[in-house]
């Protein structure tokens, strides 16, 4: 199975929807958790066989939805899952729900490191209870709801103490640029926004940074599928 390049997910027309690290997101508001269930619900009979593509959140205003395909460790979009999300926003419109896709986000984690197995073992073991539950480059793969995906950023060996852990925050596109206008205003600073808009760094006032990634200006796929 094939997959599929950031900018051919950008390319598919999906209004609702918004790529992120390694898969398609959506928000539609609802009215209390009970209409959000039984819209979760209709959304995974419209996926029918692929309904294991999609892991949904209901809570009492909104369904947070997450489309990819799923490998033994990892994640990756292909065109199965942009059908998948195709129909769940024909459901959304029966059920007269709006989207928000301006709202969706994605947190990563990256450690800078110059012993990626090393650390990519420990890592895994901490946080998924297996120490091979990782992407076949070391990234500890979000598998378990709640937990951002780990990745390892290679280095050259260095002195500690420095800053090591980053975020990496996944924004909607159009968001991006008001959510760094906000942060600089809040007391933070741009440090590189040399790559922009595929990512920009950013410094709270005690020189902490986080990068604000948007799948803008990205070659390749959100995840590499096994050889």
Same mark, same amino acid.
């Given at each position: ?7 051919? &997910?950008?390319?598919?027309? @999906?209004?609702?929807?918004?790529? @992120?690290?390694?898969? +398609?997101?959506?928000r539609y508001r609802v009215a209390d958790t009970r209409a959000g ?10 996926? !029918?066989?692929? #309904? ?5 959140? =209901?809570?009492?205003?909104?369904v947070d939805l997450r489309c990819a395909t799923r490998f033994e460790?990892?994640?990756? +979009? ?5 059908? *998948?999300?195709? #129909? *769940? ?15 969706? *986000?994605?947190?990563?984690?990256? @450690?800078?490191?110059?012993? =990626? ?60 640029? !008001?959510? +760094?206008?906000?942060? *600089?205003?809040?007391?933070?600073? =741009? &440090? ?7 990512? &920009?760094? &950013? ?16 070659? !390749? ?7």
């Amino acid at each position: 199975m094939e997959a599929l390049k950031y900018s051919d &997910v950008l390319a598919a027309g @999906l209004p609702d929807w918004r790529v @992120l690290a390694q898969a +398609i997101h959506a928000r539609y508001r609802v009215a209390d958790t009970r209409a959000g269930a039984a819209f979760a619900l209709a959304a995974a009979d419209a996926a !029918g066989e692929r #309904a294991d593509h999609l892991e949904l959140t =209901v809570g009492p205003t909104a369904v947070d939805l997450r489309c990819a395909t799923r490998f033994e460790k990892g994640l990756w +979009i292909t065109a199965d899952d942009l059908e *998948v999300a195709r #129909a *769940v926003s024909a459901v959304a419109r029966e059920h007269g729900l709006e989207a928000e896709p301006h709202l969706v *986000v994605q947190l990563e984690l990256g @450690l800078d490191t110059w012993s =990626v197995p090393a650390q990519s073992r420990f890592w895994a073991a901490l946080l998924t209870g297996d120490p091979d539950h990782h992407h076949a480059e070391g990234d500890v793969v979000d598998l378990l709801p709640g937990l951002p995906q780990v990745w390892f950023q290679r280095t050259d060996a260095h002195e500690t103490p420095r800053q090591r852990w980053h975020l990496d925050l996944w924004l909607d596109p159009e968001v991006a640029p !008001g959510r +760094i206008e906000a942060a *600089v205003a809040a007391g933070g600073t =741009v &440090v590189d926004a040399d790559e922009a808009p595929s990512f &920009v760094v &950013v410094a709270d006032p005690e020189g902490n940074r986080v990068c604000v990634c948007t799948a803008l200006d990205r070659e !390749g796929a959100p995840a590499t599928p096994p050889a």
